[in-house]
């Protein structure tokens, strides 16, 4: 099993910025990716980003390129999100997902954290 858990989430003012960090714990797997979505009220969830476990390769949803970036800590324990120049429509909680066989099933998600952007 792998345990995901969210934090540094908050409210912030339009334009400002937050680093939402997932600590990932469990099973060890050599190959594992993670990633970030997000669900807002009354909307479908989306995928903001990914990251594969060396780093070597992202994916951004076009509404947050160039404003959000996804890395990763030396250990290969945590995921970072930062969001940079946030608007109010970036407001929804955000999720932590993991696939640990390296694809884009995700199976194990964390709780959440709620970013509130105020305008």
């Known amino acids: 099993q792998v345990q995901l858990v969210e934090s540094g989430g908050g409210l912030v003012q339009a334009g400002g910025s937050l680093r939402l960090s997932c600590k990932r714990s469990g099973r060890t797997f050599s190959s594992v990716t993670m990633a970030w979505f997000r669900r807002a009220p009354g909307k479908e969830r989306e995928l903001v980003g990914r990251i594969t476990w060396n780093g070597d390769n992202t994916y951004y949803a076009d509404s947050v390129k160039g404003r959000f970036t996804i890395s990763r800590d030396n250990a290969r324990t945590t995921v970072y999100l930062q969001m940079n120049s946030l608007k109010p429509e970036d407001t929804a909680v955000y999720l932590c997902?993991?696939?640990?066989?390296?694809?884009?099933?995700?199976?194990?998600w964390g709780q959440g954290t709620q970013v509130t952007v105020s305008s």
């Open positions: 997902a993991a696939d640990p066989f390296g694809g884009t099933n995700f199976p194990y």
